[in-house]
């Protein structure tokens, strides 16, 4: 299983065992990762799983979709490298990624 690490804007971080093909945001839902919400359930739309992926990552990971685009308008502390980790399906060769939670978040 991939493992996936969500490291706080505090400093924590919480490593998790992910399934191949669930999303980011479900992930951090499943190992209950403070600063994840997921309000929306992984439908697209709220931003409350708005992660920084590390830039030598984006090239393993799906294009952003004109609505992740769009909802990412609202959210906080925006960056070239933010995405919604319900749009950001787990592979195995996201087996290592390291997921920066915005300022704010725990």
Not at 50 to 59: L, N
Not at 83 to 93: A, D, H
Request: some cysteine.
């Amino acid at each position: 299983m991939p493992k996936i690490i969500y490291c706080t804007s505090g400093g924590d971080e919480y490593e998790v065992e992910a399934r191949a093909g669930a999303t980011v945001m479900e992930a951090a839902v499943r190992h209950s990762v403070p600063g994840i919400e997921g309000d929306c359930g992984g439908a697209c739309a709220c931003a409350t799983c708005h992660v920084y992926v590390p830039d030598e990552w984006t090239s393993r990971l799906q294009a952003q979709t004109s609505i992740e685009i769009s909802m990412l308008e609202f959210a906080d502390g925006v960056r070239p490298n933010s995405r919604l980790g319900c749009q950001i399906r787990i592979t195995e060769t996201l087996d290592g990624l390291r997921l920066q939670l915005p300022a704010g978040r725990p």
